[in-house]
Nanobody, 123 residues
Framework: QVQLVESGGGLVQAGGSLRLSCVVS????????MGWFRQTQGKAREFVAA????????YYADSVKGRFTISRDDAKNTVTLQMNSLKPQDTAVYYC????????????????WGQGTQVTVSS
């Protein structure tokens, strides 16, 4: 059984930084496209960032480009999201996501989700 466990959320002031981590167990991490999504109440879950497997490229939502960085450590089965220059509009529950195979990462094709971690950015 594949499990994704996030950590690192919290409360931060605007302009600050947070680092989210997601540890994956029970699967072949190196073959997953890994990514992060976020969701606020009443809205659909939205894509934030993705990291292809096998040293492949990274992708970001326009709203976070230049501020967020996704990275992965296949030896530790971990994907991280470094979030800098945080804004109040970044406030959301952030979810780690994994998809087997290749191709783009979209909410409808995610195979596994984490439980979510709250990020709150105060103004």
């Amino acid at each position: 059984q594949v499990q994704l466990v996030e950590s690192g959320g919290g409360l931060v002031q605007a302009g600050g930084s947070l680092r989210l981590s997601c540890v994956v167990s029970g699967g072949t991490f190196s073959r997953y496209v890994m990514g992060w999504f976020r969701q606020t109440q009443g809205k659909a879950r939205e894509f934030v960032a993705a990291h292809m497997w096998g040293g492949g490229p990274t992708y970001y939502a326009d709203s976070v480009k230049g501020r967020f960085t996704i990275s992965r450590d296949d030896a530790k089965n971990t994907v991280t999201l470094q979030m800098n220059s945080l804004k109040p509009q970044d406030t959301a529950v952030y979810y780690c996501a994994a998809r087997l195979g290749s191709g783009s990462l979209q909410a409808q094709n995610v195979d596994y989700w984490g439980q979510g971690t709250q990020v709150t950015v105060s103004s």
